[in-house]
């Protein structure tokens, strides 16, 4: 593999060093908790993986006195090498996409390596001869695996030309970190990149199966009358079916509309919306009669599309009642909102027909009403209101209750990750209890203010530090952190020495994986009352 820095021809040679240009050594320096709460508020941010990435490589460099960072992609089983993501220009623009020959890269020997490799003078630290000086002439490199869904993924690096002083703990546990939280945001985007393309997908599939589907059937529809006018049972059958198809096809299509509507909503006098459907579905049912019990008026804001669940409910109770049909519509004034009351004469709704207003789950269901009725669900319930179903001997009686105001559409279809994740950030900001997660290797990814009764240190101070660090000596921790991970929760006591050189035994209760490699640690310090119990 040879040398791609940008330009072709030349004198570019496999193993050619990265240019000059691209170290520089900043002078700047930040405080290990300068360093951890800036890194914690970019990746708490907005912005691309890519933006992120940089950002906390420039911070990485900045604390490590490093001339530059990088993250780079690697396979070493391809003995693919390239660089991503990159705090230097090269020649203007940033050295990303820049490959080199696997074998004379340090990152070979990062992936391969179980621990982080720290060079901080390579010729003297053994290294001479290695093809990645030898081709590179770096002195200096601290290089971090990174893991993205159990699989290495590539090498988080900070380099330097001139030879330093040895890397300290402190400054390899923060370059730890950056790996960790970009490993996080890697995951984090992946998953996004495949929810997406899956949602495409859909998409695509539906529209296409659903346009090729009608088409093909209005065609058999055509050949199938043939057949029904001969005054054959199938050939009637068959039609009946193909209706039922084509009526499928078309709430399909209405639904796409409707989900992907976005508008505000209008206040809306109920009454005439009601009497403006109760029209169509007679002009669709001439045989059904439909009697309106109202106020004069009622107002209130809706959606358009909350016309289309009015008349899903009103021609559900069309076909399924009679022959010939009687539907009788209650329109009623609540202190809070409306209550809708649509009610039938006929045999009472099917329990699976039931289910779909109570679950807001789509069934096979008869007459292609299933679909109808998950439409409505869905339009009545974005609007913060409900339907319910009554089945008696003499019909069935929908009713939606409706409330006075509805939210736009942006609001009220929050997606729900969004909604609980705002819910469970108050209660872990606001939280009087002391509550930290921690990761798989036990380091502290996030902490509530109240730690600091507990740890001693403000919650800022205790980000990408290992909870070990606060537990005493003769303290089990390899032992109880791998009992720990093997269980659902565990409630227990344990002395925890503060960074403020206090003792206190505290009460806790551990939950494991709250979502997937992140545990809860909730504690309480009951110092005052053990004291008082030992008395």
Known sequence: MVVRNGRTGGDQTPGVRLRRGWYRMTGDSLTSQAAREELYDIIRGDGSFETKAQAALDIGVRFLSADSGYLARVDAETEYWEIL???EPFDGEAPTGQEIDFELSYCRRTVDSDEQITLHDAPNQGWADDPAFQAQGLHCYHGTTLIVDGEPYGTVCFVAEDPRGEFSDCESLFAELIA???????????????????????TVLNRVLRHNLRNKLSIARGHIQLMADSATESGEIALQSV??????????RDLDQIISLET??????????????????????????????????????????????LLELIENAAKHGGPPSTITVCITEVSDGVEIRVSDDGPGLAPQEAKVL??????????????????????????????????????????????????????????????????????????????????????IIE????????????????????????????????????RFQTKDSEHDTVTIVGGDGV????????????????????????????DRGSR
Not at 243 to 252: F, H, N, P, S, V
Not at 398 to 421: F, G, N, V, Y
């Open 243 to 252: 209706d039922t198809i084509i009526e499928l096809c078309q709430k399909a």
């Open 85 to 87: 993501v990159s705090t």
């Open 447 to 482: 902490a509530n203010p109240a730690v600091a009764d507990v740890y001693g240190v403000e919650s800022q101070q205790l980000l990408g530090r290992p909870i070990a660090e606060f537990l005493p000596e003769e303290f089990d921790y390899e032992g109880a952190w791998s």
């Open 264 to 309: 505000d909503p209008e206040p809306t006098d109920i009454t005439a919306l009601v009497r403006a459907v109760a029209e169509r579905v007679i002009s669709q049912h001439p045989n059904t009669s439909i009697e309106i019990d109202q106020v004069d008026s009622v107002t209130v804001s809706v959606l358009p599309s909350f016309e289309r669940a």
């Open 358 to 443: 109570e679950t807001g789950s789509e069934t096979p269901l008869t007459h292609g009403s299933g679909l109808g009725l998950w439409i409505s669900h869905w339009i009545v319930t974005g609007h913060g209101g409900s339907i319910d179903a009554t089945v008696t001997d003499a019909g069935t009686t929908m009713t939606i209750s409706l409330p006075q105001q509805t939210e736009s559409t942006t609001d009220s279809h929050q997606p729900t990750l969004k909604r609980a994740h705002d819910q469970y950030q108050a209660a872990f900001e606001e939280a009087s209890d002391a509550m930290v997660i921690v990761d798989t290797e036990g380091r």
């Open 180 to 202: 960790r939280l970009l490993e996080r945001e890697l995951e984090r985007q992946q998953h996004e990149t495949e929810l997406t393309r899956q949602a495409n997908l859909t």
């Open 503 to 530: 003792d206190r035994r505290i009460e806790y209760t551990g939950t494991t994986n709250i979502v997937p490699g992140h545990h809860l640690i909730v504690g309480r310090d009951i110092s005052k009352r053990t």
